[in-house]
């Protein structure tokens, strides 16, 4: 762009638009400004009344052990769903993350654990992996028109099958104590991977609110058409959104095989259904144009929490996935009846 | 009121321009003229192929053929971001804003202003309070004073649509191409935005102004294209043009209802 000096408007006539006045009105434009934040502190309200029913139900809930534990079992999944948010506000979806950790824990075990190269190689490898997968993911819904909902499905299988392939069908194990600091590292009894996974969540938090790339995101998501009459590439956007979303895919790869302290095509596999229910339940909108990362994170930690508390209450773990979808379930049918709601006022 | 004009040099034309949808031929070996501080009225019947010819003019299509010529020269397959850069601004019939995005970021779209260091610039950070700022600035000067941090979703349709026209106003400084600008406004707004377009004009914009609404064409334009069934059919000086005629060109035939003149 030559030039981002507009230049001075032709004179004003008299002030013609109508301006919005009155109590309903003055109401309206406060909650449609700050919808967001009162979503998010719905989400919030919801984590208290969990937390505060499991610490009646149990007395080692709400302990500082079991609270660094729940940050820990977020740790990956919720690394996983700060990418899945960013691709969903694009409008588009990733269903192959979970594999993708896989993918990522096996490509670090062969270089690492079969093949002696340093650790830095394999995690680069690793990495390079995940974020070609989703570059082929984003090609393929930008250039050949196919729905991200299909090619990430279709990644789903092939690096999934990639990383058996990698692995023999084997978990390869025994990365050695310096890559266990990982996904195991604790300063004064904090996990460090919950570290990893706040820095990732507060880069993609400033990426989707301050930079150019994150409105650009946002606009593509909102209204793809608009956003291409302005020049922006949405096939183009919703293409980095996926290779982000390889990245977190690839780091929560390694933590978890860190802690697992080996690669296989079946870790991780667990994991999108949580991913997807965390952000569902942080308020990003499966439509796109909507939705913010902290959302996301306090998601993530309500599921933990109830996963946490199930346990400590003796509930079979079969349970904790049906009430994991049953938290999808009811995240978005409140999300229909605030819009139902909203749209009655106006 | 184009007496006043001085109308300048040809910075658009556009030659031979055709564009098919599949079997449907939206655009046939179409030439056009847009010339400084000129306004030209584009009309035509639903389907005549405007819409189709401003989104080649603005670089979101790409005509089939045809060659589009910018202050005479040829930069060969136009696209949206290159048309902005140049100067040439347009609001389209279905507005192009994001409806979940704020005034300001709809105003701003892909031309953001950044910190002015280094490092800020390489992230492409967002000055957002100064776009804030000068969003507010530019739409107040244009007589629409909106709060700027309110998402469009939260607008009116004429509130919208002065956003769309507005947004253009502000940015064009070289072109503006108007696709029915008044459809959602009210009188006393589509009376704003003619005036709008006749002090673009007189600021040497050259302007493409389309619209159904014989009365606002024949007000505000200095010259008319007509289109039918994605051909040109008229060109005519809008001094010497009459409603008659002009609705004559848009439909081809004469439409008289019990002997009186159809045309508005």
């Known amino acids: 762009m030559t030039d981002t000096t507009p230049q001075t408007p032709p ?3 008299p002030a013609l638009t109508e301006r919005p006045e ?23 309200a919801a984590l208290g009344l969990i937390w505060l029913y499991f610490s009646l139900e149990s007395q080692y809930f709400f302990t500082t052990a079991n609270i660094w534990n729940i940050l820990l079992q977020s740790a990956n999944v919720g690394i996983i769903a700060a990418g899945l948010t960013v691709v969903m506000i694009a409008a588009e979806i990733d269903l192959s993350i979970g594999s993708l950790e896989a993918l990522s824990g096996s490509v670090a075990a062969v270089v690492i654990i079969q093949h002696g190269y340093s650790i830095w190689l394999g995690i680069a490898a690793a990495l390079g992996a995940t974020v070609l997968a989703g570059m082929v993911s984003g090609l393929i819904t930008w250039k050949l028109k196919v729905v991200s909902f299909i090619s990430t499905l279709a990644m789903l299988g092939i690096a999934q099958g990639v990383a058996f392939l990698l692995t023999n069908g084997h978990a390869i194990a025994g990365f050695g104590s310096t890559y266990a600091q990982i996904g195991t590292s604790t300063i004064d009894g904090f996990p460090g991977a919950v570290i990893i996974a706040a820095g990732a969540f507060l880069v993609l938090h400033l990426m989707l609110t301050r930079t150019k790339l994150g409105l650009q995101i946002y606009a593509v998501g909102g209204n793809a058409e608009a956003a291409a009459y302005a ?18 895919g690839g780091i929560a790869g390694l933590i978890l095989s860190s802690r697992l302290d080996a690669g296989n095509g079946l870790f991780g596999a667990g ?20 939705g913010n990362v902290i959302g996301t994170a306090i998601g993530v930690v309500i599921i933990a929490s109830i996963n946490d508390g199930l346990i400590l209450m003796n509930v079979p773990d079969f349970w904790q996935q049906i009430v994991v979808g049953v938290l999808i379930i009811a995240a978005m049918v409140v999300d229909q009846l605030a819009k139902a709601a909203r749209l009655t006022v106006r | 009121m184009s007496e006043q004009t001085q109308i300048g040099d040809v ?3 556009a030659r ?22 000129e306004v030209l009225g584009l009309v035509g019947d639903n389907g005549a192929g405007k819409t189709t010819l401003v989104k080649c003019l603005s670089g979101v299509f790409r005509p089939d053929s045809g060659t589009i010529l910018i202050d005479g020269n040829d930069y060969g397959d136009l696209t949206a971001e290159f048309a902005r850069s140049l100067g040439i601004e347009t609001v389209y019939q279905n507005l192009s804003l994001v409806d979940t995005l704020d005034v300001m970021q709809n105003f701003f779209l892909n031309r953001e202003l950044f910190y002015n260091n280094p490092p800020a610039r390489a992230l492409r950070w967002l ?19 909106v709060d700027a941090r309110r998402p469009v979703s939260a607008l009116s349709g004429g509130q919208r649509q002065m956003i769309a026209v507005g947004r253009a106003i502000t940015w ?13 406004l009210g009188v006393r707004q589509s009376i704003q935005v003619l005036r709008f377009v006749r002090t673009m004009a007189e600021r040497g914009v050259a302007v493409l102004f389309i619209s159904h609404n014989m009365q606002h064409v024949l007000q505000v334009t200095d010259r008319i294209v007509v289109l039918r069934h994605g051909a040109h059919v008229g060109n005519l000086r809008t001094a010497d043009a009459t409603a008659q005629q002009i609705v004559t060109l848009i439909t081809g035939s004469e439409l008289v209802i019990a002997g009186q003149d159809f045309a508005v």
């Open chain 2, 172 to 184: 064009g400084r070289h072109i503006v191409m108007l696709d029915e600008p008044a459809a959602a």
């Open chain 2, 127 to 145: 000055n957002r309070r100064r776009m804030y700022k000068v969003t507010e600035e530019h739409l107040r000067a244009l007589g629409l004073p």
């Open chain 1, 231 to 248: 020049g922006i590439n949405p096939g183009r956007v919703k293409l980095i959104a996926l290779m982000i979303s390889g990245f977190t």
């Open chain 1, 271 to 290: 994991d999108l259904l949580q991913a997807v229910a965390a952000v569902v339940i942080g308020g990003t909108s499966l439509f796109g144009g909507v």
């Open chain 2, 11 to 13: 910075v658009l034309e």
């Open chain 2, 16 to 37: 031979g321009i055709s564009k098919a949808y599949g079997a449907v031929q939206a655009l046939d070996n179409v030439d056009i003229e847009l010339r400084r501080g």
């Open chain 1, 11 to 13: 004179s004003a006539g």
């Open chain 1, 22 to 44: 009155g109590v309903l009105n003055l109401l309206r434009a406060g909650l449609n400004r700050a919808s967001g934040s009162v979503r998010a502190l719905g989400t919030l």
